[in-house]
């Protein structure tokens, strides 16, 4: 099926959405810290990215931004999860934001919104 990054520093949620995918078929990469998200998605094609807004050395934020502006990596889909729910509509202008998922989050609904960006 799809590579899928997801990028989030809290264990929990990289092993809940590891297990959740990997049952869907999905082929998943996990990375702690912001900072390494753009090299990561440079080594290997990847179909899909999943990440937090609050991470070590590099946050959501601005890994979107530079998402956006490589001409390389600026189609890549991009969910967005994040304890902070008015976070949202600092991503409603970045075109490769496809989904938006407040913690704690339906993991059920998560997986639905990857099948739909995926198909």
Request: charged share 30%.
């Amino acid at each position: 099926m799809a590579e899928i990054l997801i990028a989030d520093d809290e264990e929990d949620i990289l092993e809940l959405l590891t297990f959740a995918l990997e049952k869907k078929g999905h082929n998943i990469s996990t990375v702690t810290d912001g900072g390494i998200v753009i090299d990561e998605l440079k080594k290997k094609k990847y179909e899909l990215v999943i990440m937090d807004i609050m991470m070590p050395n590099l946050d959501g934020f601005n890994i979107a931004l530079n998402l956006s502006k490589d001409e390389e990596l600026r189609n890549i889909p991009v969910i967005m999860i994040s304890a902070l729910k008015p976070a949202k509509d600092l991503f409603e202008k970045f075109s490769q934001v496809k989904g938006f998922f407040t913690k704690p989050f339906e993991t059920d609904l998560l997986v639905l919104k990857v099948d739909e960006i995926l198909n």
